[in-house]
């Protein structure tokens, strides 16, 4: 009998060993997204610097555009909470065609050394996949990365990808798309007994009341990632033809993602923490270049096979992960959460202040956390090598 009980014992103990799951990695993405069939030569590697440039041609179409656009007036007293306010948009025109100055910001933006190079195209694996043939290619093996909206997931891709090239990973927004059992009580019950659930103090001040915080957020805040998953050219034509459109749907975002206490006023809260020269030249990065049409596809990309459905979703995350966590961010995601997804968290920080353009809005800020991210798994490296 008690030889039976060992031998039962004996088959357990193997069958754990041996048939414990592999931690897999994501398979690197090399293939070809551009018009026609993939070129039968190779890959021009070739790294070249360039500048930018806007023709004269360019600039004079853009003011005639904005001089001949028609503009609805505003409910009254609505401020930003139908979106962004063309009484006040009709303002932020005005600066731009009589006041800002995009020559300026052009000798600015050209102050830094840019560089193009030709690395296959499109969605978050595949741009993970991307960058990380870019570092290969400009000669780094390690390498830390960090994101925060799309730049989360092609970050958390790259690093499920190249975890033996990744030294760490660290983002300003982390989503969990995965949500079980645990998170659903916790939803319903975390308020009431956090401990339970892994909450802090921090953490139920930002999540609940959940209708509030969490499900009517995402009702009202997530529209145009629905149009853009589903059909980004129909909205993204009126975008590429019309700068005022391009800026009403650019500002409005810059808004309420900064605080969403800004959709009560008349100006959108815009100019507290951005200058309308910022805010202008982001918005005509997209349109001299034409890229917002390209941006909205991402979304279709990534999403129109399902939530849940890709081999990323499923697998973890093993590098070495910091988490800034600013408390303006659209939707807050608790460490207790995000561990399920990243297993090796050595730094979770909540932010004083900030929202989700977080490296826009509170440059300082986000750059001392990664700082310190980086030099305590450095040092965490350092113990390992001494104690081997």
Request: proline share 4%.
């Amino acid at each position: 009998m008690l030889l039976e009980v060992f031998l039962v014992l004996g088959t357990l103990l193997i069958y754990f060993l041996f048939s414990k799951k592999k931690e897999e990695s994501l398979p690197f993405k090399d293939g070809w997204w551009g018009r026609g069939q993939k070129p039968l030569t190779k890959e021009d590697s070739s790294i070249r610097p360039f500048k930018v440039e806007t023709t004269e041609e360019e600039l004079s179409d853009l003011f005639r555009r904005l001089d001949q656009a028609r503009f609805t007036e505003p409910l009254e007293s609505s401020c930003f909470h139908y979106g962004t306010n063309s009484a006040h948009l009709r303002k932020i025109v005005s600066y731009w065609k009589n006041q800002f100055n995009w020559k300026k910001q052009v000798e600015v933006l050209n102050k830094y050394p840019q560089f193009k190079t030709k690395i296959q195209d499109f969605n978050s694996v595949s741009a993970a996949s991307v960058f990380y043939e870019l570092m290969l290619r400009l000669g780094f093996n390690e390498f830390y990365i960090q994101g925060g909206d799309w730049g989360w997931l092609i970050c958390t891709n790259l690093a499920q990808i190249a975890p033996n090239h990744v030294r760490g990973l660290h983002l300003n927004m982390v989503s969990v798309s995965k949500l079980g059992l645990t998170h659903l009580l916790s939803i319903l019950l975390g308020r009431y007994f956090p401990g339970l659930f892994g909450f802090q103090d921090e953490d139920v001040r930002r999540m609940f009341p959940f209708l509030k915080k969490g499900l009517y957020r995402i009702l009202s805040e997530s529209g145009y990632a629905h149009i853009q998953a589903t059909k980004p050219d129909t909205v993204g034509c009126g975008l590429n033809d019309s700068p005022v459109g391009l800026a009403a749907y650019i500002l409005e975002k810059f808004s309420s993602w900064t605080d969403m206490e800004f959709q009560n006023l008349e100006d959108g809260g815009l100019e507290r923490k951005f200058s309308l020269d910022d805010l202008l030249t982001n918005i005509m990065i997209y349109w001299v270049s034409g890229c917002i049409v390209s941006s909205m596809r991402f979304y279709k990309e990534n999403l129109q096979k399902g939530i849940g459905t890709q081999k990323h979703e499923k697998l973890t995350v093993q590098v070495p992960t910091g988490i800034a966590s600013f408390p303006n961010e659209i939707l807050h995601t608790p460490q207790a959460w995000a561990k399920k997804k990243y297993t090796n968290i050595v730094s979770f920080c909540f932010m004083p202040r900030g929202g989700h353009f977080a490296a826009f809005e509170e440059p300082e800020l986000l750059a001392k956390d990664i700082l310190q991210f980086v030099d305590k798994v450095e040092k965490e490296q350092l113990w390992k090598k001494k104690g081997e």
